[in-house]
T-cell receptor, first 113, second 109 residues
Framework: ETGVTQSPTHLIKTRGQQVTLRCSSQ?????VSWYQQALGQGPQFIFQ???????GRGNFPPRFSGLQFPNYSSELNVNALELDDSALYLC????????????FGPGTRLTVT | GQQVMQIPQYQHVQEGEDFTTYCNSS?????IQWYKQRPGGHPVFLIQ?????EVKKQKRLTFQFGEAKKNSSLHITATQTTDVGTYFC?????????FGKGTSLLVTP
């Protein structure tokens, strides 16, 4: 059984740029959620995708957007990067949609300078 | 909106001592989940509690869901250095999981 994978591991971007982060869900899982984790904080829910549709969204502006593909993999896009976007971005997959057990990937560490 | 609060923020114990972290929600929860994140790692799902007053055990870890389904606790008996990490509780709100800020456990040998 393959776990959740994410790429890249680390990324450094400049304020105002755009970034795309990628995630492959665990085999057998059809739901993907994205979280932002600032240093010393718990993960904050960005959004969830199920059947290629956004299921639910946390308190994040529209410049955070996503996609889910037919193979259940997913992308997180962030436009017009701000310094406060520096964080660990975690992808989590689940065998069912909704707020159920999350299986997290290793994350992408984004630094915005 | 719903808030999930955890106490304490930090706990430093000697190996062999017990440890407890508490989680409180501002609203009634349909379930409560617990995760562990090792330093430099990612959160790992530990358990989900659903029923009022539910108690579940995983080896030295005991998880409890309050009768009112607004609070939960995680108790570790006889801590080991492998227990080091941050323990998060998380409660659902709509499709989202709302995580607490976590309790960081440090275990000294």
């Amino acid at each position: 059984e393959t776990g959740v994978t994410q790429s890249p591991t680390h990324l450094i971007k400049t304020r105002g740029q755009q970034v795309t982060l990628r995630c492959s869900s665990q085999s057998g899982h059809n739901t993907v959620s994205w979280y932002q984790q600032a240093l010393g904080q718990g993960p904050q829910f960005i959004f969830q995708y199920y059947r290629e549709e956004e299921n639910g969204r946390g308190n994040f502006p529209p410049r955070f957007s996503g996609l889910q593909f037919p193979n259940y993999s997913s992308e997180l896009n962030v436009n017009a990067l701000e310094l406060d976007d520096s964080a660990l971005y975690l992808c989590a997959s689940s065998p069912r949609d909704g707020p159920y057990e999350q299986y997290f990937g290793p994350g992408t560490r984004l630094t915005v300078t | 909106g719903q808030q999930v609060m955890q106490i304490p923020q930090y706990q430093h114990v000697q190996e062999g001592e017990d440890f407890t972290t508490y989680c409180n929600s501002s609203t009634t929860l349909s379930n409560i989940q617990w995760y562990k994140q090792r330093p430099g790692g990612h959160p790992v799902f530990l358990i989900q509690l659903v029923k009022s007053g539910e108690v579940k055990k995983q080896k030295r870890l005991t998880f409890q869901f309050g009768e009112a389904k607004k609070n939960s606790s995680l108790h570790i008996t006889a801590t080991q250095t492998t227990d080091v990490g941050t323990y998060f509780c998380a409660g659902p709100t709509g499709y989202a999981l709302n995580f607490g800020k976590g309790t960081s456990l440090l275990v000294t040998p």
